[in-house]
């Protein structure tokens, strides 16, 4: 049975008259968050591995004691990777199930909607585990969220100066672009483009792509011409596989360039480990802590799913961040959850990490009105105005069928690179 703040509250001055609360009746207190992730289309891969990830953050908080005596739950629906149906699953947990928050998308694709149709205009909070189109700030900066909306990863704005970069250091300066025609892909290619020229190379031609078509031979001869050295391709595994198996028998260079979704099991298995040797890609980096420590040795146990998913790390920390944002509120008002998602950061505070111990630590600070500073898988992070947050990026390569790190651009190595380009 679920009950908001005010009737837990009722019911527990009710059993102290009657003599008390038993930890059964305790444990009937229950606090919704809704949850719209990518479950299953082009992003399902993600989707499963942050859905899994917020789960695995509620049950660290529930086991430390929960939130003011109740139980964070997720009630989780699948987008199918789709706008549409997001903005229906979105209305149905906030207009029917009054959550408080929504965590999700995935993809900027899905976020968006969500946002506008569905959180902004009803002011509720949303955060978003992975969604990076600098879309979401402007729409922040133009006051279309109603500054509800939060980011757990760095944007596109950055991730394309940051692989332009990395491109051009691998000797990779003529190059063709294949991308998903959607903001994510338009943004990414975008700012790559900018900073990819100011850099010396060559685009020789950028082809955008519909999702899920059963073939891409098109796009690809289109992507051929003009004698390029290697492919930059913006995807998700499934497309991105495809397009680049067809790629490969067309008989283009086996030189890709990829975007941080590329980073996949999934895909390199699909194309075939022998022919991605030379592939590299940019990821939002990590600054490792003890959460990421605590991450990497417990979520494969707990998911059966690699902590490297790129959504998994980041995912874990929305869902604490919103847990111990929701305790921090005393309430389920989602005006009083965001100004409390600052403070749960709160660069004064205890450093608080992951796990059931730490969590016990944290939510015994925020009892005693102490400030406290989530330090997360992802690494320390603060917001802007904006939701936003900045961060390094790791840069890696494909070697034998593996994912390795070869090196990292820091926060300040962008922003070097971004006042240089303009």
């Not at 444990?27 to 968050?33: F, N």
């Not at 389920?332 to 450093?351: F, H, L, M, S």
């Not at 651009?409 to 240089?420: E, G, P, S």
Request: net charge neutral; with cysteine.
């Amino acid at each position: 049975m679920k009950h908001t703040f005010l009737a837990a509250v009722s019911a527990l001055a009710l059993l102290s008259v009657q003599g008390g609360l038993t930890a059964a009746q305790a444990a009937d207190c229950t606090i919704p968050v809704g949850v719209v992730m990518e479950l299953t289309g082009p992003a399902g891969e993600y989707g499963q591995a942050g859905a899994k990830s917020v789960e695995m953050a509620f049950r660290d908080i529930n086991e430390a004691g929960g939130v003011n005596g109740c139980k964070l739950v997720t009630d989780t629906r699948d987008s199918q990777s789709q706008g549409n149906v997001a903005v229906d699953a979105a209305t149905q947990l906030v207009q029917v199930k009054k959550v408080p928050v929504v965590i999700g998308g995935i993809i900027s694709s899905v976020t968006i909607p969500i946002l506008t149709s569905v959180t902004a205009p009803a002011k509720v909070v949303q955060v978003s585990p992975a969604s990076s189109s600098p879309t979401l700030t402007a729409l922040g900066r133009d006051g279309k969220t109603n500054g509800i909306f939060f980011r757990t990863i760095t944007s596109d704005a950055l991730q394309g100066v940051a692989a332009a970069k990395y491109a051009v250091d691998q000797g990779l300066k003529k190059l063709s672009i294949i991308y998903v025609n959607n903001d994510f892909g338009v943004n990414m290619v975008k700012e790559f483009s900018r900073a990819y020229k100011a850099l010396g190379g060559e685009i020789v031609s950028a082809t955008p792509y519909n999702e899920k078509q059963s073939s891409y031979q098109s796009e690809v001869t289109a992507a051929l011409g003009g004698s390029p050295e290697g492919l930059y391709l913006v995807s998700y595994p499934v497309d991105g596989a495809t397009i680049a198996r067809t790629w490969i028998s067309q008989g283009g260079p086996q030189k890709f360039l990829l975007n941080d979704g590329m980073n996949s099991t999934d895909f390199i298995e699909a194309v075939g480990a022998d022919y991605l040797n030379g592939a590299y890609g940019t990821s939002s980096g990590t600054s490792p802590t003890k959460s990421t420590a605590y991450f990497n040795e417990n979520y494969k146990a707990f998911s059966n799913i690699d902590p490297s998913n790129p959504a998994a790390d980041r995912s874990y920390d929305a869902g604490a961040i919103v847990g111990l944002a929701i305790a921090e509120a005393g309430s389920q008002d989602p005006a009083k959850i965001r100004e409390a998602i600052y403070k749960v950061v709160d660069p004064n505070g205890t450093p608080i990490y992951a796990g059931k111990e730490e969590f016990a630590k944290a939510l015994k600070l925020i009892k005693e009105g102490k400030p406290i500073r989530y330090e997360g898988v992802i690494g320390p992070v603060t917001f802007d105005q904006y939701g936003d947050i900045t961060g390094p990026f790791r840069l890696w390569k494909i070697t034998d069928g593996k994912v390795t790190t070869t090196g990292e651009m820091t926060t300040d190595d962008v922003a070097k690179l971004q006042a240089q380009i303009k």
